[in-house]
């Protein structure tokens, strides 16, 4: 359903719905009761302590498509999630148990093809609620883990993608059959078509919701990924670096530097002393100081050490 208008903060929300219906099953997710009256999209989303910005912007995306994955750094990831999660709520406690009762009231009298048609219902309703289970138990729980800092090793949102899968061919068969195969009197044709037509809303609206997860959240995901990981470099190289200034008792001697240089480059003892002109006793002496100092006693952590605290550059390291 497009209009092609973009909803801003100002606009009336009674407007949005007098545009777009639609609109009224976002509402319920994002946890925004009726009763708002002539406020503005503002002044309800505050209301419902909801982010307004991340409210237009599914809105938006949903009504006309409109969105620009630069904004996706000003939106507000608890909101987000709300607006899943309940959305997964609606769906499966609500919308799919709904459209059961429609659809067993329309085919009962069918007898062994209604039973036929009840199955495929609840294998499509089976496969639903697997996939957003899924989501729940995996891909929501990461992210409040993102939200709150921390980084999981062994899951992230490309494993997320790869596996996001559609859960609409069931449905499709359906409602090919309904249509194409299933004869009746008129009070069961009238059943059946308000059926469809919840079905056909039902799987737009499944389309929409994955729509969203697919070109809203795992985008603004990836971004809170990579801003997790950039600022986890940055504590991991400030914390060793604070911890070589800190647990030194006194700063490295110019030698033991030297003798941290010449280890990087990948130079043995012998290699050392020869290149210093000190006895190989000696540099077994600096490196045990130089390991006491730093509390890091292997090549590879006095490497990262070097580059860090600007002793060696990059490049001149054998990685
Ligand atoms: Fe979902
Ligand atoms: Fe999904």
């Known amino acids: 359903m497009k209009n092609n208008k973009v909803y801003e903060a100002d606009d009336q929300m009674i407007s949005l719905i007098r545009d777009n219906y639609n609109v009224l099953q976002s509402l319920?997710?994002?946890?925004?009761?009726?009763?708002?009256?002539?406020?503005?999209v503002d002044e309800?989303?505050?209301?419902?302590?909801?982010?307004?910005?991340?409210?237009?912007?599914?809105?938006?995306?949903?009504?006309?498509?409109?969105?620009?994955p630069d904004d996706s750094e000003k939106l507000s990831m608890p909101t987000l999630m709300q607006y899943l999660e309940a959305s997964h709520v609606y769906f499966?406690?609500?919308?799919?148990?709904?459209?059961?009762k429609q659809l067993e009231d329309a085919v009962i009298q069918d007898d062994g093809l209604g039973k036929l048609i009840m199955n495929l219902y609840d294998e499509y309703a089976r496969e639903v609620k697997k996939h957003m289970k899924y989501e729940e138990r995996m891909l929501f729980p990461y992210v409040k883990g993102l939200i709150n800092g921390e980084a999981s090793s062994n899951y992230d949102v490309t494993t997320f993608s790869k596996h996001h899968g559609q859960t609409d061919t069931k449905l499709k068969e359906l409602k090919n059959i309904i249509l194409k195969y299933l004869p009746g009197d008129t009070l069961r044709n009238n059943k059946l078509t308000a059926t469809l037509y919840c079905i056909y809303n039902n799987e737009t609206w499944l389309g929409l919701h994955a729509k969203v997860e697919d070109e809203i959240f795992v985008p603004a995901i990836r971004r809170l990924e990579s801003r997790i990981k950039q600022s986890n470099v940055a504590k991991n190289i400030s914390s060793m670096v604070f911890k070589g200034v800190q647990e030194n008792g006194?700063?490295?001697?110019?030698?033991?530097?030297?003798?941290?240089?010449?280890?990087?480059?990948?130079?043995?003892?012998?290699?050392?002393a020869d290149h210093l002109f000190i006895s190989t006793n000696t540099v077994i002496t600096h490196r045990r100081n130089i390991a006491r100092k730093l509390q890091i006693h292997s090549t590879a952590g006095l490497t990262i050490y070097a580059i860090v605290n600007g002793l060696v550059d990059i490049s001149s390291v054998k990685l």
Request: include cysteine.
């Open 44 to 68: 309800t989303c505050k209301d419902n302590n909801v982010d307004t910005y991340t409210f237009l912007t599914v809105v938006n995306f949903t009504i006309n498509d409109y969105f620009n």
């Open 250 to 272: 006194n700063i490295l001697s110019d030698r033991e530097k030297e003798v941290i240089i010449s280890l990087v480059q990948g130079m043995s003892n012998k290699e050392i």
């Open 92 to 100: 499966l406690d609500y919308q799919l148990p709904t459209i059961r």
């Open 28 to 40: 319920g997710s994002f946890g925004i009761n009726l009763g708002f009256g002539d406020k503005t």
